[in-house]
């Protein structure tokens, strides 16, 4: 069957407006939740109001949504085979003599439309908003309406400076004044040649960077078979900007779609470990795929003739018994990627193909019977 056909038009229109109908449901119950647990927080409080409990509820629920999106598409899928079913409009179809296949391939290229759409455009206005409810946190925390605090633990961050020079730049603690300024206390800049020998080694008490500029306060320059340098004030060019810094910070989730690929590559060219990035990456390609092996699971279920007869019941059940278990398998397989133990790409596509491979089969065993 077609996609611009006139019953591919009306599949993929009724699993959409189902998708977005159990989507904003869902939203409203995370949001209520979420309100209710940040009353609990600001309750006592004299400095916060109910601006915090709308702002922690809006900012928190790209986070929570992106976790249960496969589950809201199947939920979907399944409400949506369910009503043609019991229209007996799935009879009339495949009747007509539409395969199961071709019933199917409307819905599932809206699907995976929908997965697209989902990490092209809203993935990055919900890296934002999760950045937004990490801040909106810590300022609660510290009760500064103003606090940017990157890192308490403080910072190390190793830069390429041309071919023959490295940084290797450690601060005590950091935070962000402006938008584009950080300032610093008890800096340490160590440059080191390309066979990572120590060329000098610059400390101050305190500095800012800005617009790859370090202005140092209270320097002290050691140089090997030069006597120590002591300044009060000293400016460095670098090419680390506070954007770079703040990456060392930011969970993969807070990182766009679109910024992910320069990410990975500023981790991989500085030495540092990019798999928590890549990982991300790869689970926002594998997303479409997920989805429309989510909308198969619905249908093994959802399109029996047990669920025409009144097997609603039986229905859900098993639905949701084969969600959490595609849930917990795919987060367990997860962590043995992000611990090494198996490589990144198999640890990300793994429950997705096995899901995928699994409704296929049982689906052309059902046709072919």
Same mark, same amino acid.
């Given at each position: ?6 019953? /591919?038009?009306?599949l ?7 998708? %977005? ?24 409080r004299?400095?916060? /109001?109910?601006d ?9 629920? $790209? ?6 999106l ?5 939920v979907?899928? @399944?409400i ?7 229209s007996n409009?799935?009879?009339?179809i495949?009747?007509?003599g ?5 019933f199917?391939f409307?819905?599932?290229? =809206?699907?995976?439309i929908?997965g697209?759409?989902?990490?092209? %455009?809203i ?8 950045? @937004?409810?990490a ?8 009760r ?7 890192? =308490? ?7 390429a ?5 490295i940084?290797?730049? *450690? ?6 004044e402006?938008?584009d300024?950080? =300032?610093m206390r008890d ?7 390309h066979?990572? *020998?120590?060329?000098?080694r610059i400390? /101050? ?11 140092i306060r209270?320097?002290q320059?050691f140089?090997?078979?030069? &006597?120590?340098?002591t300044? &009060?004030?000293?400016?460095? &060019? ?5 954007q770079?810094?703040k ?6 989730d ?7 690929p320069?990410?990975? *590559?500023?981790?991989?060219s500085? /030495? ?16 479409p795929f997920l989805?429309?092996? @989510? ?6 279920f959802? %399109?029996?003739?047990?669920?025409? &007869?009144?097997g ?12 959490f ?7 367990l397989?997860?962590?043995f ?5 198996i $490589?990144?790409?198999?640890?990300v ?5 096995i ?7 049982v689906m052309?065993?059902?046709?072919e019977?």
């Amino acid at each position: 069957m077609k996609v611009n056909s006139i019953l /591919g038009r009306y599949l993929s229109k009724q699993i959409i407006l189902t998708f %977005l109908m159990v989507l904003v449901t869902i939203m409203g119950i995370i949001m209520m939740f979420d309100s209710i647990e940040a009353l609990r927080r600001i309750s006592g409080r004299d400095d916060t /109001g109910m601006d915090y409990v709308v702002k922690y509820a809006l900012t928190k629920l $790209p986070e929570t949504i992106d976790k249960v999106l496969p589950f809201v598409m199947m939920v979907a899928a @399944m409400i949506t085979f369910w009503k043609v079913s019991k229209s007996n409009e799935y009879v009339i179809i495949r009747s007509s003599g539409v395969s199961v296949w071709g019933f199917l391939f409307p819905i599932l290229i =809206s699907v995976f439309i929908v997965g697209l759409i989902n990490i092209t %455009l809203i993935n990055p206005i919900s890296s934002k908003m999760y950045e @937004m409810h990490a801040t909106l946190k810590y300022r609660f925390i510290t009760r500064d309406p103003s606090a940017m605090l990157f890192s =308490s633990k403080g910072l190390w961050i190793r830069e390429a400076e041309g071919k023959d020079k490295i940084l290797v730049v *450690q601060a005590k603690s950091l935070r962000q004044e402006k938008d584009d300024m950080l =300032s610093m206390r008890d800096i340490s800049i160590l440059e080191m040649d390309h066979n990572s *020998q120590i060329i000098r080694r610059i400390e /101050g008490l305190i500095g800012e960077l800005q617009n790859q500029h370090f202005k140092i306060r209270g320097v002290q320059i050691f140089k090997s078979g030069q &006597q120590t340098e002591t300044l &009060q004030t000293y400016e460095y &060019q670098t090419s680390i900007t506070p954007q770079r810094i703040k990456e060392n910070f930011v969970d993969p989730d807070a990182i766009s779609f679109w910024e992910l690929p320069d990410t990975i *590559q500023f981790y991989e060219s500085s /030495g540092f470990s990019a798999s928590r990035h890549q990982m991300r990456y790869l689970a926002l390609w594998a997303s479409p795929f997920l989805l429309v092996a @989510m909308v198969l699971v619905s249908a093994l279920f959802s %399109l029996m003739p047990s669920v025409r &007869q009144g097997g609603v019941v039986f229905m859900i059940v098993v639905g949701i018994i084969t969600g959490f278990m595609v849930y917990f398998s795919s987060q367990l397989i997860y962590a043995f990627g992000l611990n090494g133990y198996i $490589p990144i790409w198999l640890a990300v596509w793994s429950p997705t193909i096995i899901v995928l491979s699994l409704g296929i089969t049982v689906m052309l065993i059902k046709e072919e019977g």
